[in-house]
């Protein structure tokens, strides 16, 4: 049968599971979108093209599924790219499907609407993945090829592009399957015992998680007792272990979907201290270091030289992560929970878990450090924890790269296994949670999904609240509002700066989200948040709630605004 380009591609998408997707129609891929109707495939129409690459990241980590944004040429990919790197540093399966210039576009160019040189080129240096097609007939195969360099190992995303004519051109269809994506590693069992020999030795053993280890949590706190060894969280990991001095006194909770509960309480837990400075005292002091998952990555830990120790086991799924900022002296290439299975098969079961005891000489200091960072954004956690404590159903926070987050919600938010805290870790982008938590809630209907957002990042992606109106996504959205870009104007003083075009003007956040059709409101402390976000859950529907930060760094730029200037 012979059928135009943007049909194939339908068709692939359709045999390879995907039953919506994320675009923006324009000019060139027209023929895209009337294949994609013709085939039942759902299309989720962002405001902007980042916006959209956003919401397609927080769908892929929530579904564990790869997700499809499709752009027109030009400005419209590359309004993804952004998008596409912060998928790529926090392995994240998204594709990003585009036209290109067409096979024979003259090489110096001649004016084409959204003319690139080299659009595929841009790609190329982001993502692993980047395929160009110069026919029909190719598209089902270059299909099964990027969704199996998606999926096989650590997964990732991938850019594919069809030329505008190859889209409108017709040629044979041929379908093609989905290809197997499991590279079936064997675990090195001798690197294993050898590892497992020298950290029987350790004295001061540290584990830290990335999101590697998601599926093996249970192994990973059965290691943990074995050894005595406390355990740092990243973001990407952040809910797998209860924290020290949450709920330690309360019997654990039976849950009939997960048999270690979903609100274990771990002995083992620090939490996602990574930023914090106490962690490289831990860190210094610790005499071996499991790394589970996890690259280790300056952005999570806030120091480019960490310092470790001699003994390093390193567990990872994909080979170059194996030695990126450290140098194994135990490298253990394959899945993480077939390692960790194999692992507690060599150790002893013990009658009684060994609490990690050196940890506690640091026990104070860390809720010290906790509360300092933590302080100025107490109202916004107390209220996410009590509103929490209130339901049943999973909670998904989507944090953006803003200090509400990484100094608020990482540091204060008591999530659980059943949850779910994504966060843009290695680009750090801003205006990501807006549309993540859209795409988020897209994948999870019946879960409790929450963006948490700063009064600066937000202002990049504000225009998606209009999609979760039109889709009545019930999403709560909340944006903590310090006056400006906070974290820039604390490292601006604590350089001897005067701070300089950090101060921001105030929106009326409240009559935007309302002149988008969504309900909105100011809330001035933690019990007013909480109620309304109760109200919210039993609206079903999508609420704003505006809340100002208290902290000494919003106080300088609200009071000082000329500094934005």
Known sequence: MNTTGGRQLAAALKAHGIEQVFGIPGTHNLEIFAGLHSEGIRIITPRHEQGGGYAADGFARVSGKPAVLITTTGPAALNAATAMLQAHSDSVPVLLISPGMPVRHPGLGNGLLHEVRSQSGVFESILDTSVRVTSPSEIPRAVAHVFADMTAGRTKPAYLEIPLDVIEEEGPYTP?????????????????????????????????????????????????????????????????????????????????????????????????????????????????????????????????????????????????????????????????????????????????????????????????????????????????????????????IVGDSTMACYYGVQLGVRLTRKDRYLYPAGAGTLGYSIPAAIGAKLAAPDSEVIAVAGDGGSMFTIQELMAAVEHQLAVSFIIVDNGGYGEIAREMLE??????????????????????????????????????????????????????????????LVNNPQFGK
């Open 176 to 396: 093609v399957q989905p290809l197997p994506n499991e590279l079936g590693l064997p675990v090195d069992r001798l690197t294993l015992l050898a590892a497992n020999e020298a950290l029987r030795k350790a004295q001061k053993p540290l584990i830290i998680v990335g999101g590697g280890a998601r599926e093996a949590q249970w192994i990973v706190e059965e290691i943990a007792g074995e050894l005595g060894a406390p355990i740092v969280e990243t973001s990407s990991s952040l809910g797998l272990f209860r924290q020290i001095g949450w709920d330690e006194d309360e019997e654990d909770e039976e849950d009939e979907d997960d048999e270690w509960g979903g609100t274990r309480t771990s002995p083992y837990g620090l939490g996602a201290i990574g930023g914090l400075e106490v962690f490289h005292k831990i860190l210094g002091e610790a005499d071996a270091l499991i790394a589970i998952g996890t690259e280790l990555a300056p952005s999570e830990f806030w120091d480019p030289d960490m310092k470790l120790p001699e003994t390093v086991v390193r567990i990872d799924i994909d080979r170059h992560r194996l030695i990126a900022n450290a140098s194994p002296s135990h490298a253990l290439l394959a899945d993480a929970e077939e390692v960790l299975e194999d692992w507690s098969m060599i150790l002893r079961e013990p009658e009684e878990w060994v609490e990690p005891g050196w940890r506690t000489k640091f026990a104070e200091e860390i809720e010290a450090e906790r509360a300092k960072w933590h302080a100025p954004f107490a109202p916004l956690t107390d209220a996410l924890n009590a509103h929490h404590e209130s339901i049943e159903e999973p909670m998904v």
């Open 495 to 556: 350089r001897g700066d005067e701070p300089t075009a950090v101060a921001l003007g105030r929106p009326d956040f409240v009559a935007l989200a309302r002149s988008l059709g969504m309900e909105a409101q100011k809330v001035t402390d933690a019990a007013e948040l909480a109620a309304g976000l109760a109200e919210a859950r039993k609206a079903q529907a999508p609420r704003l709630f505006l809340m100002d930060e208290h902290s000494p760094t919003a106080e300088y």
